[in-house]
C-alpha cells in the first residue's frame, strides 16, 4: 500500500520539472540562479581563452562554464552534464564571474611554497 502511494508521487513529479502541491507551482529551493549577460569583448574573450592550446585546462573548463551559462536559461545540472562537471562547479563559477566578471576567472590559488 505504501509502494503505491510512492509511485503515485513519482508519476506526478516526472512529467514536470517543478513538483506541484495540489496543481500550485512549488518555490524552488537552494540558491537562487543568478543570470549572466556577456558584452561583445567579454565573449570574445572567454571564447579565445577556452580554445586557445596554451590555456590551463582549468580555465578552459571555467570559460565553456561561463559560455553555456550566458548562452541559455539551462540548469547548472544540464550544463554540469554538458561539461563533464559536478553541479556545484558550475553554480560556483556562475556566482564568482557575476561578481567579478572576467578578472575571478584568472586568479591563480595559492602560491607554491618551497619548504626547504
Known sequence: MVEAGIFAVRARWSGCNRPTCGGIAMARRGRPTVQITLSGNERK???RWARRHSSSQALALRCRIVL???DSVKTNTAIAAEQGCNP?????????????RLMMLTLPGHARRCSR
Open 45 to 47: 574573450t572567454l571564447e
Open 68 to 70: 553555456a551559462c550566458a
Open 88 to 100: 556545484a562547479t558550475v553554480s560556483k563559477w556562475r556566482h564568482r564571474f557575476a561578481q567579478d
